[in-house]
């Protein structure tokens, strides 16, 4: 089935360093890839998605890119804040209801000053 | 516009209890979702309804787990006896209908079993 495997958390970085959340995925169709993000108290909301192979998302100075060849599309950020402390998701639509997400277990972010 | 709306925010249920939580879609949004949240499953779908019929029913969850739409704008999630396992955070999304629409979430019901 299909499935979506990301780093085990969690992770704790000063402001100003780079970061990188690996997401994997798994399925035999040809899905669309989301990152959604969590903060303390609130729902996911989405971060950006990718529909297809080889393109690259952006939103808030994080990127990821649509690897179909490695089956991956880890998410980057050359500088990260405080404010981007929180749950990170890696997450694929399901077959054959195309609106189902399938999300990855999450990585919990911390930014210290 | 309101985004979603769940109530309440935090319940809290004796073992072998009924509760009944809530949830409010997006205006005009025809997909609804409900997941459960745990720390080590992470986001699991329990239910999702199209235009208020249900087109994908978690496995895992038939048993105790009802979820109905009951019109376009409010929907239910029965869980019926509750079990201490039961704990977590139960989140609403809704969507519009169209492939690959966003997915907009509410804040969420933290559910403690005693």
């Known amino acids: 089935g299909d499935s979506v495997t990301q780093t085990e958390g969690p992770v704790t970085l000063s402001e100003g360093t780079s970061l990188t959340v690996n997401c994997s995925y798994e399925?035999?169709?040809?899905?669309?890839l989301f990152w959604y993000v969590q903060y303390p108290g609130e729902g996911p909301q989405l971060l950006f998605k990718?529909?297809?192979?080889?393109e690259k998302g952006s939103s808030r100075g994080f990127e990821a890119t649509y690897n179909k060849e490695a089956t991956s599309f880890h998410l980057q950020k050359a500088s990260v804040q405080e404010s981007d402390s929180a749950v990170y998701y890696c997450?694929?639509?399901?077959?054959?209801?195309?609106?189902?997400?399938?999300f990855g277990s999450g990585t919990k972010l911390t930014v210290e000053p | 516009d309101a985004g979603v709306t769940q109530t309440p925010r935090h319940e809290v249920a004796e073992k072998g209890q009924t509760i009944i939580l809530k949830c409010e879609p997006v205006?005009?949004?025809?997909?609804l979702f409900w997941y459960r949240q745990t720390k080590i499953q992470g986001l699991e779908l329990l239910s999702y309804?199209?235009?208020?019929?249900?087109?994908?029913d978690g496995g895992a969850f038939k048993d105790r787990f009802k979820a109905e739409m009951l019109n376009s704008s409010f929907s239910t999630l029965k869980i019926q006896p509750t079990e201490p396992k039961d704990s977590a955070v139960y989140l609403c999304?809704?969507?519009?209908?169209?492939?690959?629409?966003?997915?907009?979430f509410g804040p969420g019901t933290r559910l403690t079993v005693l």
């Open positions: 997450a694929l639509t399901g077959w054959p209801n195309y609106n189902v997400l399938y």
């Open positions: 205006s005009g949004h025809n997909d």
């Open positions: 990718v529909p297809k192979a080889n």
């Open positions: 999304a809704s969507s519009l209908e169209r492939g690959l629409a966003e997915q907009f």
């Open positions: 309804f199209r235009s208020k019929s249900l087109m994908e």
């Open positions: 399925t035999k169709q040809y899905p669309t």
